[in-house]
């Protein structure tokens, strides 16, 4: 089992950046993969990055370079670095944990992005 917090979203204009950071309650090297989702009103959850305890990166098309997935072992976090972030970015961003899975099966609470135009 894990428990995740997300923190680091907010309220930010169209082409500024935030960094969200994900804390685990344990140790995250042995996790299969860690990841972020997000969430806008109305509609589906969907895969913002994904990363896998080997280091590959995956990322949803509509990041187009903009985001960044990272870990750092030793705090057990992991973080998404947001640049060029634009309205359509608004969501709440969830950080999620396959633990012995091949999907995420255990989530934290999330937190809120807004970007304004």
């Known amino acids: 089992q894990v428990q995740l917090v997300e923190s680091g979203g907010g309220w930010v204009q169209a082409g500024g950046s935030l960094r969200l950071s994900c804390a685990a309650s344990r140790s995250i090297t042995s996790i299969n993969a860690m990841g972020w989702y997000r969430q806008a009103p109305g509609k589906q959850r969907e895969r913002v990055a994904r990363l896998t305890s080997g280091g590959t990166t995956t990322y949803g098309d509509f990041v187009k370079g903009r985001f960044t997935i990272s870990r750092d072992n030793a705090k057990n976090t992991v973080y998404l670095q947001m640049n060029a972030l634009k309205p359509e970015d608004t969501a709440v961003y969830y950080c999620?944990?396959?633990?012995?899975?091949?999907?995420?099966?255990?989530w934290g609470p999330g937190t809120q992005v807004t970007v304004s135009s």
């Open positions: 999620g944990a396959n633990v012995g899975s091949l999907s995420p099966n255990y």
